[in-house]
């Protein structure tokens, strides 16, 4: 029988928590996270990259075996050879066992080489040490992964010089042809995925790559030779104290601090299966079941210095005294980060589940509006791989938004929208022209939820401002979006439009706070929220009225009846949505999890469904379906926005 094989995927889950390799795989354990990696390989283009390395490797011989045995006998013969190159190469160690992405051995020598699709700037004197010598923190997932793979197999091959690289997108370079990142299609066969690739590299992209290999050599040895795990092992020793608790199923003692914040092994209540983040808070604090379930430390927002909090003892939210929380005077109306979190924790210590509405801060705010109001949603992704000649890699795409508008008098419309379908197509300008299309025609005051559609104006702005192409209406895109939006911090070129967008979300942090949030003021949660206090709003959309052109007009639903409910409570309306991943199962708890709250690594969930429409095979009616899904969901984005306004309106008797 195979042992308990420790391999890098769950070295890097040790990295993270090596209490986590004792839950993983367990049945009896929910794990919140997806073991189809699927989703995630898509939001960060990471098949396509990884195919892109392989393409400037072509005489190398790709190992498709899943069985272990199979894959390690199958790279043992490839390596008699003298010069060979191997892709998805199989090394083991007693229990250790890795698949290389690359290998290329020459003679008594191998280079190691781990594909990732994250970028760095070649120009960059020293891209992953600090000045004092250290690992920058975000890289050191990266390095700690091809030294732990080094460490397999200078083992497994004791005779020979390994040499370690990181395979990464170089940002400096430009993509040397249009039409790149289209030769890598995407196949998913059950658990399965393929790459087909459309046709070879060109000359061009052959000897312009836009994947640089880069030495990490240095960056090992320091993670070998200087670094301490748990205050005391080496980094080989390190290796094996995992791996023989792994081997041996025995747990490795929690240590609970920030990273608790999301950790994969939570169950919900209706879950039966068990709780490892519940089982080691109750052995680290002595807690019962009931206990996990009361106010915790962890839920309470942006409070800084939750480590050292933890590992003092104090890990319920009723331990956290006035002194411990910076409250500031706030120079603005509403209220300061430091009044809102000491305001969370007096409604969770005290079971308080009122909302807390700052009626004359929100007048002010709401005062100062000009109607008709605009509610904007873009949803935008970061190609790795180009999708035209000069482009950089990750360049910045909006690819999709909602408009709807709110009248003086109430009335509501979903009244444009932009989605590129167009495979390979950079949609920046058609998007920009588009929305300026929409909100050119008066001066009514435009929302948006968060910092994100400020950004990538300020993204496509230096992008128009830089292009070389003949635009004829440069000028007029350029005066419009800083019409629009303010500079942001790094930008040399200051600016803050007449028109500038108003942060919703500023407004919720400021003049409103709710329980039922539970600490967050992502709009996937300030939403349900609103319905579920709103006697205006359960009452006007509990009607089928959404949709229907002489009621709320809509570009996608028709006699749309959004409040319902369950038992009394209210339905979350995002759960009304067609899914955007009818292939896949995974909550969307799962996908908070893997890619974060809002927006999925500068994305959101969106991100993942239109890089499905750019590089996965499918059919016509998969296309539709999954553009209809796209379009209702970011429909969805900027009703939600309305209905948080309309509630205040209701609140403060704007009629």
């Not at 992405?101 to 600090?130: A, G, H, Q, R």
């Not at 419309?413 to 929305?435: E, S, V």
């Not at 893997?594 to 499905?612: E, M, P, V």
Request: glycine share 4%; hydrophobic share 35%; charged share 25%.
């Amino acid at each position: 029988m195979n042992p308990r094989f420790l391999t890098k995927s769950k070295f890097i889950l040790a990295m993270e928590c090596p209490t986590k390799l004792y839950y993983f795989g367990k049945e009896d354990y929910s794990n919140l996270k997806s073991d189809d990696s699927f989703l995630e390989g898509l939001a960060e283009n990471g098949y396509q990259v990884a195919e892109l390395a392989r393409c400037y490797h072509p005489d190398g011989f790709l190992i498709e075996a899943a069985n272990n045995n199979k894959a390690i006998a199958k790279t043992n013969e490839l390596l008699q050879r003298d010069n060979v190159i191997i892709f998805e190469a199989a090394f083991t160690y007693q229990n250790l066992f890795v698949r290389a992405d690359i290998v290329i051995k020459n003679s008594t020598s191998i280079k190691l080489i781990e594909v990732k699709s994250k970028s760095y700037d070649s120009f960059e004197e020293s891209p992953f040490m600090t000045k004092k010598g250290g690992i920058y923190s975000e890289w050191q997932p990266y390095i700690y992964d091809v030294a732990f793979q080094k460490y397999v197999v200078m083992k497994a091959f004791p005779e020979m010089n390994i040499a370690c690289y990181l395979m990464l997108a170089d940002k400096s370079t430009t993509c040397p042809s249009d039409g790149l990142n289209q030769k890598f299609r995407i196949v998913k066969e059950k658990d399965r995925v393929k790459i087909i690739t459309n046709s070879k590299l060109t000359t061009d992209e052959l000897d312009n790559p836009i994947l640089k290999k880069v030495n990490v050599d240095a960056e090992v040895n320091h993670v070998f030779e200087k670094e301490k795990f748990l205050k005391t092992y080496s980094f080989p020793d390190y290796i094996h104290y995992l791996s023989d608790h792994y081997l041996d199923d025995i747990k490795i003692k929690p240590v609970p601090g920030t990273v608790c914040k999301k950790c994969e092994f939570k169950s919900d209540p209706a879950n039966t299966l068990k709780s490892g983040f519940e089982e080691c808070w109750q052995e680290i604090f002595s807690f019962d079941k009931e206990a996990c379930a009361s106010p915790m430390i962890l839920d309470i927002w942006n409070l800084k210095g939750l480590n050292s909090l933890i590992r003092s003892g104090l890990c319920k939210a009723n331990q956290i005294q006035k002194s411990s929380i910076n409250i500031k005077e706030n120079m603005t109306p509403g209220l300061s980060p430091g009044a809102r979190q000491w305001m969370q924790i007096e409604k969770m210590t005290n079971n308080d589940t009122s909302e807390y509405i700052d009626k004359d801060g929100l007048k002010y705010a709401i005062e100062k509006w000009q109607y008709p109001l605009h509610f904007i949603d873009f949803e935008t992704v970061k190609p790795a791989i180009p999708f035209h000649k000069g482009e950089h890699p990750y360049h910045d795409i909006a690819f999709q938004f909602s408009h709807h508008i709110l009248y003086a008098d109430g009335r509501v419309a979903h009244i444009g929208q932009y989605l590129n379908t167009q495979i390979g197509k950079n949609p920046n300008l058609d998007f920009i022209r588009a929305l300026k299309q929409q909100l050119d025609k008066d001066q009514g005051t435009i929302f948006r939820y968060a910092t994100h559609e400020n950004t990538y104006l300020n993204k496509i702005y230096q992008q128009v401002l830089s292009s070389q192409e003949d635009i004829l209406d440069k000028d007029e895109l350029i005066n419009f979006i800083k019409s629009i939006s303010e500079s942001t911090k790094d930008s040399k070129e200051k600016w803050e439009g007449a028109r500038k967008m108003v942060d919703l979300r500023e407004l919720v942090l400021r003049f409103y706070y709710d329980p039922l949030t539970f600490g967050s003021n992502s709009i996937k949660y300030v939403f349900p929220a609103v319905l579920t206090r709103s006697k205006f709003l359960q009452e006007k959309y509990s009607q089928p009225i959404y949709g229907v052109k002489a009621e709320i007009p809509s570009l996608n639903f028709t006699n749309m009846q959004w409040v319902r409910k369950e038992n009394e409570n209210v339905v979350d309306p995002y759960t009304l949505l067609p899914k955007l991943f009818q292939d896949i199962d995974i909550s969307e708890k799962g996908l908070d999890l893997l890619f974060g709250d809002d927006k999925i690594k500068g994305g959101g969930t969106a991100s993942i469904a239109y890089s499905r429409l750019q590089f996965c095979e499918m059919s016509e009616d998969e296309r539709k379906e999954l553009i209809t899904a796209l379009l209702k969901y970011c429909e969805l984005d900027t009703l939600a926005m309305v209905m948080i306004v309309e509630f205040w309106r209701d609140y403060l008797q704007f009629k």
